[in-house]
């Protein structure tokens, strides 16, 4: 069965620490990743994918097919990077359809 | 502008009242979805289309349901609407696999 976990449902930091946000995915195939990320009240946004290598806003994430996972990290957090955030890994096993982790609040404090 | 337009973002209705939440993609995507969010739950996918007249069920399927009749429109129908349908709603659309989804501005709707 597909499935993500994003074990941890709330991360607090301090403004200006490594931030690091776990997803692990259990899928058919090779699949595709993303993170989404969904700011207070707003509608979800593409953070980044896997496929492209980028780094939005400072966020990189690894992709580790042996351990499967696809943790989103940034060196130094900003209070603004408080939000939801959500692991979707999307690939033709399920024919283009995409599926979430329940999500992590990020909460970066002053 | 490239866009998923939802409407109406916000609704109050009764039990029972069919209603529909309609959603457009102006990017000749293929793949259109939607989801409810629901706090402690995360997203979770009620029906997604992968092109016209082909729709599957997602993991919450129960008490709606959806057409795909044009490319550009994918509906979201609650026939008889009940509280625990009180959600927020999103659609979503993509042009191809490796491609991520665009959302819409999300629907919140409260049945009483």
């Known amino acids: 069965a597909q499935r993500v976990t994003q074990p941890e449902k709330l991360l607090s930091v301090f403004k200006g620490a490594p931030v690091e946000l776990k997803c692990n995915y259990s899928?058919?195939?090779?699949?595709?990743l993303f993170w989404y990320v969904q700011y207070s009240r707003q509608r979800l946004q593409l953070l980044l994918r896997?496929?492209s290598r980028e780094s939005i806003k400072g966020f990189t994430a690894d992709l580790n097919k042996g351990e499967t996972s696809f943790h989103l990290k940034k060196p130094f957090a900003q209070e603004e990077d408080s939000a939801m955030y959500y692991c979707?890994?999307?690939?033709?096993?399920?024919?283009?359809?995409?599926?979430f982790g329940k999500g992590t609040k990020l909460s970066v404090k002053p | 502008e490239a866009q998923v337009t939802q409407n109406p973002r916000y609704l109050i209705t009764v039990t029972g009242k069919k209603l529909t939440v309609t959603c457009s993609q102006n990017?000749?995507?293929?793949?259109m979805s939607w989801y409810r969010q629901d706090p402690g739950l995360g997203l979770r996918q009620i029906y997604y289309?992968?092109?016209?007249?082909?729709?599957d069920k997602g993991d919450v399927p129960e008490g709606y349901k959806v057409s795909r009749k044009e490319k550009r429109n994918f509906p979201l129908i609650l026939e008889s609407p009940s509280p625990n349908q009180t959600s927020l709603y999103f659609c979503?659309?993509?042009?191809?696999?490796?491609?991520?989804?665009?959302f819409g501005s999300g629907t919140r709707l409260t049945v009483v």
């Open positions: 979503a659309s993509s042009g191809t696999e490796n491609y991520g989804y665009t």
């Open positions: 990017m000749n995507h293929e793949y």
């Open positions: 289309s992968m092109n016209v007249e082909v729709t």
């Open positions: 899928y058919s195939g090779s699949p595709e």
């Open positions: 896997h496929i």
């Open positions: 979707a890994p999307r690939g033709s096993a399920s024919q283009g359809n995409l599926i």
